[in-house]
T-cell receptor, first 108, second 111 residues
Framework: KNEVEQSPQNLTAQEGEFITINCSYS?????LHWLQQHPGGGIVSLFM???GKKKHGRLIATINIQEKHSSLHITASHPRDSAVYIC??????????FGAGTRLTVKP | DTEVTQTPKHLVMGMTNKKSLKCEQH?????MYWYKQKAKKPPELMFV???????INESVPSRFSPECPNSSLLNLHLHALQPEDSALYLC??????????FGPGTRLTVT
């Protein structure tokens, strides 16, 4: 079993829809990261969370430490949001564990 | 400066070549990482340097040799690679906040 599980693997949405991507982890962590990668592109860090909730524009990330679960929400989705979203966790020894990623396609 | 830079952007090398990838950050970050990413897969951690000392080596073959000459620089020396080593090689750094800053990557093709 992977230490970081993401769902769904693939997601297709219509422009304007509300999107949720989920992440569960099984290890002790110092922080959880939501990353975005466009095709052929580098990785951009969207959020780094150790508790609670963070919001940046149309993106919201939440984490429940007790349940070892995090969600990434995108409100009013747009075709430019199409990318792979990766959940990753930092362990206290600097190790990083990655989920398999969620490939999001937003259609106009 | 909140940027991680990587050079070169693209590299094509033969199986007998020796080449190096370079990564640089000037954010005073304490930890630097090398990742390998194959197409449509998440990054795989290769090495972590913490305070210029190798702290994690994820059982990477010896044909990959990391080096951290100082707190701003991270190199990955490549020798006698195989075609299956073709991938995107990403560098990242992190400070005390644990936030990861990624470089744009080097796309490596081994022929």
């Amino acid at each position: 079993k992977n230490e970081v599980e993401q769902s769904p693997q693939n997601l297709t949405a219509q422009e304007g829809e509300f999107i949720t991507i989920n992440c569960s982890y099984s290890v002790g962590i110092s922080a959880l990261h939501w990353l975005q990668q466009h095709p052929g592109g580098g990785i951009v860090s969207l959020f780094m969370l150790s508790s609670g909730k963070k919001k940046h524009g149309r993106l919201i990330a939440t984490i429940n430490i007790q349940e070892k679960h995090s969600s990434l929400h995108i409100t009013a989705s747009h075709p430019r949001d199409s990318a792979v979203y990766i959940c990753a966790v930092s362990e206290y020894n600097n190790d990083m564990r990655f989920g398999a990623g969620t490939r999001l396609t937003v259609k106009p | 400066d909140t940027e991680v830079t990587q050079t070169p952007k693209h590299l094509v090398m033969g199986m007998t070549n020796k080449k190096s990838l370079k990564c640089e950050q000037h954010m005073g970050h304490r930890a630097m990482y090398w990742y390998k990413q194959k197409a449509k897969k998440p990054p795989e951690l290769m090495f972590v340097y913490s305070y210029e000392k190798l702290s994690i080596n994820e059982s990477v073959p010896s044909r990959f040799s990391p080096e951290c000459p100082n707190s701003s620089l991270l190199n990955l020396h490549l020798h006698a690679l195989q075609p299956e080593d073709s991938a995107l090689y990403l560098c990242a750094s992190t400070g005390d906040s644990y936030e990861q800053y990624f470089g744009p990557g080097t796309r490596l093709t081994v022929t």
